[in-house]
């Protein structure tokens, strides 16, 4: 399973944060702070939601992914590491 995508999105949202970007989606979100990002979750997870229901399985795979960047820019915004999560998970398999 290649990870390494997750490892660059990782580095590219703690970029954005530390050394801001004119035009990047992900500062406007983080600029916006919590209420645009919960309104994001909420959207996405929703767009997910139908797409499990009524969509095909690549349309369902990009609704994942949406809602799984939406969540990492959520951690982030928190400084909660996505490593945190993994070793969560972790645990949880052991």
Same mark, same amino acid.
């Not at 645009?36 to 997910?48: F, P, R, S, T, V």
């Given at each position: +399973?290649? +990870?390494?995508?997750?490892?660059?999105? &990782?580095?590219?949202?703690?970029? /954005?944060?530390?050394?801001?970007?004119?035009?990047?989606?992900?500062?406007?979100?983080?600029?916006?702070?919590?209420?645009?990002?919960?309104?994001?979750?909420?959207?996405?997870?929703?767009?997910?939601?139908?797409?499990?229901?009524?969509?095909?399985?690549?349309?369902?795979?990009?609704?994942?992914?949406?809602?799984?960047?939406? &969540? +990492?820019?959520?951690?982030?915004?928190?400084? &909660?590491?996505?490593?945190? &999560?993994?070793?969560?998970?972790?645990? /949880?398999?052991?």
């Amino acid at each position: +399973m290649d +990870m390494e995508i997750i490892k660059q999105l &990782v580095e590219t949202i703690r970029s /954005r944060k530390q050394y801001p970007k004119e035009g990047s989606y992900t500062n406007e979100l983080l600029d916006k702070g919590e209420n645009k990002i919960i309104k994001k979750l909420g959207e996405e997870n929703a767009e997910l939601l139908k797409a499990f229901l009524t969509e095909n399985d690549e349309r369902f795979a990009s609704e994942v992914a949406d809602l799984l960047y939406h &969540v +990492m820019v959520a951690l982030e915004y928190r400084n &909660v590491k996505f490593e945190d &999560v993994l070793t969560i998970l972790r645990q /949880r398999h052991n």
